[in-house]
């Protein structure tokens, strides 16, 4: 299998980045597989009490979003999948695109302005760029 990952989070972002990644997949052929990290590190360690579970509300959130995607997706042709996924977003991204034996991954950097406090600081993402091309063999695209 092969084709293209396309991490989404939501928001105006998510539907440029999934733009780009379904604009791709129109060019190459090859499918779209929609993926959300859940990062772990980042939700309580105790559940609230009463309240349904943060990762559980976080999934259906996901789901969501993905499948909404992969609606856009396949309204204009494109073959998609989705998978929700938990751990480090890094690791995991690659994970994916190994899984999926990934020919591209299309990512967004909010607008070419990266924040101090977004996941991917422009030297971390530099680094993330060669662990892709590196470990995974595939090839990073900007929406």
């Known amino acids: 299998m092969s084709g293209i990952v396309c991490p989404l989070r939501g928001g105006k972002a998510g539907r440029t980045t999934a733009t780009r990644a379904i604009l791709l997949a ?7 597989h929609f993926v959300y990290v859940i990062n772990g590190e980042l939700l309580p360690d105790a559940p609230i009490q009463g309240a349904p579970s943060v990762e559980g509300q976080l999934r259906e959130m996901a789901s969501t979003m993905l499948l ?4 856009l997706a396949n ?8 998978a929700v996924r938990r751990g480090p977003v890094e690791n995991e991204l690659i ?12 990512l967004n ?5 990266q924040r101090e406090t977004s996941l991917f600081t422009p030297p971390r993402l530099a680094r993330f760029v060669d662990r892709v091309q590196s470990e995974a063999g595939t090839r990073v695209l900007f929406a």
């Open 68 to 71: 909404a995607a992969q609606a």
């Open 109 to 113: 950097t909010t607008g070419g302005r």
């Open 26 to 32: 129109k060019e190459t052929g090859l499918p779209v």
């Open 75 to 82: 309204s204009q042709g494109v073959s998609a999948e989705s």
């Open 95 to 106: 994970t994916q695109c190994l899984d999926v034996d990934a020919d591209y991954l299309v």
